[in-house]
C-alpha cells in the first residue's frame, strides 16, 4: 500500500467547502424524459438558499435509471447553474470496480465538475467487502484520478467502511477532499466524526448534523434539503453561529419532517423518492416526476401529504406557496 500519493492538485485549493448539500431528486416529465429546464429551476432554489446540489445521486436523484448520456447531462447543467458559487460533485452509481470509476471520474473532470463522490464496493447481495478489498479497491481508484473526490461512508450500503480504511485514505491522498458518513447509531458516527474530522470535512445527514457538530462535522448532504432546504442550511447556521434557538427550531423540524415522510412513505407504499417529488410539486417546485418502475401518487396521497406539509408547518418554512397538483 502506497505510504503517500501526489496528483499535483494543492489540497488548499480543493478543500470541500463547508455547509449543506442536497443529493439532488432529477426532474422528468410524466412521460419519463429528462427536463431540462425544471432540473435548471432545483439547481438555482437550492443555490439561493445556500444549498450544494450533488446531481444523479443513485437513490434520490434515480441515477440508477439514467443512461450515461443523461447523467453526464445532469452535470453540465448542475455546472452551468452553480457557475462556480458552490460545489458540484458527481455522485455516481456504486459501481463496484475500481475501472468503471476511474472512467466516471475523469468524465467529471472533463465536464468541468469540482469533486466525485466515491461509494466502497458493493458487491450486492448483502456481501461484505474484506479490509484487503476495500485497500485493493480504493488504492486503485485514487492512484489513478486526479479529481477531488469526497468518500462516502454509507451504512444504508449494506456495511459500513472500517474507520482504519477511512482513516489511512485521507492521511494517503491528498486529493480526498472529504468524506460522508451516516451509520444509525449516533456513537458510530461520534466516534468516526472525532477521529477524521480535523483532517478533511466530513458531512452527515441533516437529522445527525446537531450531535456531530459538536465532534466536528462541517456539513450536511443528505435528500431533506430537495424540499426544505432553507430549514436545512438554517441548522448549519445556527450551529456555525452558536444560535441555540435557531438550533433548537431548526432542529425539531428537520426530525419532524424526516419521521412524517417515513411514517407517510410507509403507511401508504410511498418510495422516498415519489414523496420528494410529490412534495416538490405540491410546494410549487420543479422537482417533477418519477421514472419508471416508480408509480405516481394517488389524490388520497396528495391530500395526505397535504395535511402532513400544514402539520410541519413547511411552507412558511420555507417561504413558500402550496400549489394545486
Known amino acids: 500500500m502506497p505510504e503517500s500519493h501526489s496528483?499535483?492538485?494543492d489540497p488548499r485549493d480543493v478543500a470541500l467547502q463547508h455547509g449543506c448539500y442536497a443529493m439532488g431528486i432529477t426532474p422528468f416529465t410524466r412521460g419519463g424524459t429528462l427536463d431540462e429546464s425544471a432540473l435548471r429551476a432545483q439547481i438555482r432554489w437550492l443555490a439561493s438558499e445556500q444549498v450544494g446540489f450533488w446531481p444523479a445521486s443513485p437513490a434520490t436523484g434515480e441515477g440508477v435509471l439514467m443512461t450515461d448520456?443523461?447523467?453526464?447531462?445532469t452535470w453540465e447543467i448542475a455546472a452551468e447553474e452553480i457557475d462556480g458559487r458552490l460545489p458540484v460533485v458527481a455522485a455516481n452509481r456504486e459501481f463496484p470496480t475500481a475501472d468503471r470509476n476511474i472512467a466516471f471520474a475523469r468524465e467529471a473532470k472533463a465536464l468541468g465538475l469540482n469533486a466525485i463522490q466515491l461509494y466502497p464496493p458493493t458487491l450486492g447481495h448483502s456481501f461484505v467487502p474484506t479490509v484487503a478489498m476495500h485497500d485493493r479497491f480504493y488504492d486503485e481508484v485514487l492512484s489513478s484520478v486526479d479529481i477531488p473526490v469526497v468518500l462516502s461512508?454509507?451504512?444504508s450500503t449494506g456495511f459500513d467502511v472500517p474507520s482504519d480504511v477511512i482513516d489511512r485514505l485521507v492521511s494517503t491522498y491528498p486529493h480526498v477532499i472529504g468524506v460522508f458518513k451516516h451509520h444509525p447509531d449516533q456513537s458510530n458516527v461520534a466516534d468516526f466524526v472525532a477521529r477524521i474530522a480535523s483532517r478533511t470535512t466530513v458531512l452527515t445527514m441533516a437529522p445527525k448534523l446537531m450531535f456531530a457538530h459538536a465532534d466536528g462535522a462541517r456539513g450536511e448532504l443528505d435528500n431533506l434539503q430537495n424540499i426544505a432546504p432553507r430549514t436545512c442550511r438554517r441548522l448549519y447556521d445556527?450551529?456555525?453561529?452558536?444560535?441555540?434557538?435557531?438550533v433548537?427550531?431548526?432542529?425539531?423540524?428537520?426530525?419532524?419532517?424526516?419521521?412524517?415522510?417515513?411514517?407517510i412513505?410507509?403507511?401508504r407504499a410511498l418510495p422516498r423518492v415519489v414523496v420528494y417529488k410529490a412534495i416538490s410539486r405540491i410546494l410549487g417546485g420543479p422537482g417533477g416526476y418519477p421514472r419508471a418502475p416508480y408509480g405516481d401518487v394517488t389524490v388520497a396521497d396528495v391530500s395526505a401529504l397535504r395535511r402532513m406539509l400544514d402539520d410541519v408547518g413547511l411552507v412558511d418554512a420555507e417561504g413558500l406557496a402550496a400549489q394545486v397538483i
Open 265 to 267: 412513505g410507509s403507511d
Open 7 to 9: 496528483t499535483g492538485l
Open 153 to 155: 461512508c454509507n451504512s
Open 238 to 246: 445556527a450551529l456555525e453561529a452558536h444560535d441555540i434557538v435557531g
Open 69 to 73: 448520456a443523461e447523467i453526464f447531462r
Open 248 to 263: 433548537n427550531e431548526s432542529y425539531r423540524r428537520i426530525v419532524t419532517l424526516a419521521s412524517a415522510i417515513a411514517h
